[in-house]
T-cell receptor, first 111, second 112 residues
């Protein structure tokens, strides 16, 4: 079961690009990398998922190097509403993905 | 709206009470989950159901009893809880246990 390590907190300003890196040194061959966003007293919300290289959707990009031992969530031009906790998870596709949420990264976006 | 609903949103119960939390998903998913999130702690996976069969029990005390009558509904029956069980209980669903999960708004439980 791959363990993830993320910075505890990050600060940014509106309009900036934010990159949050997650380390997962023990990632297995079949593991996907998934990022979630959570606001206080709400359930996490899926942001993006990837396996290798780069994935982009309407809200974020996910960069995964060739060795897959880390990944970077990139949020372009953040706004105040992006203040939240961001979780990086790894899991396999063998049918029983065990979601182990770490402490996540608390992002604070200021005006 | 994520397509996953939970009721009640808030619950206060005594240690001798019996109550149930309900989760319903309208997404056609076949996997459902219960998580516990205590104050300022990470989410803890409690139970996983896949096609109505329980596939994971993360060493949860027996005072928490899950039930999954069909792929769209999930219950968490509570009895003789302890104050330390006070937390946000989150339900989620996914199309297959390897896919992204969609979470409900949670039930804020307070045990007095």
């Amino acid at each position: 079961l791959a363990k993830t390590t993320q910075p505890i907190s990050m600060d940014s300003y509106e309009g900036q690009e934010v990159n949050i890196t997650c380390s997962h040194n023990n990632i297995a061959t079949n593991d996907y990398i998934t990022w979630y966003q959570q606001f206080p007293s709400q359930g996490p919300r899926f942001i993006i998922q990837g396996y290798k290289t780069k994935v982009t959707n309407e809200v974020a990009s996910l960069f995964i190097p060739a060795d897959r031992k880390s990944s970077t969530l990139s949020l372009p031009r953040v706004s105040l509403s992006d203040t939240a906790v961001y979780y990086c998870l790894v899991g396999d596709d063998t049918g029983f993905q065990k979601l182990v949420f770490g402490t996540g990264t608390r992002l604070l976006v200021s005006p | 709206e994520t397509g996953v609903t939970q009721t009640p949103r808030h619950l206060v119960m005594g240690m001798t009470n019996k109550k149930s939390l309900k989760c319903e998903q309208h997404l056609g998913h076949n996997a459902m989950y219960w998580y516990k999130q205590s104050a300022k702690k990470p989410l803890e996976l409690m139970f996983v159901y896949n096609f109505k069969e329980q596939t994971e029990n993360n060493s949860v005390p027996s005072r928490f009893s899950p039930e999954c009558p069909n792929s769209s509904h999930l219950f968490l029956h509570l009895h003789t809880l302890q104050p330390e069980d006070s937390a946000l209980y989150l339900c989620a669903s996914s199309q297959g246990t390897d896919r992204e999960q969609y979470f409900g708004p949670g039930t804020r439980l307070t045990v007095t």
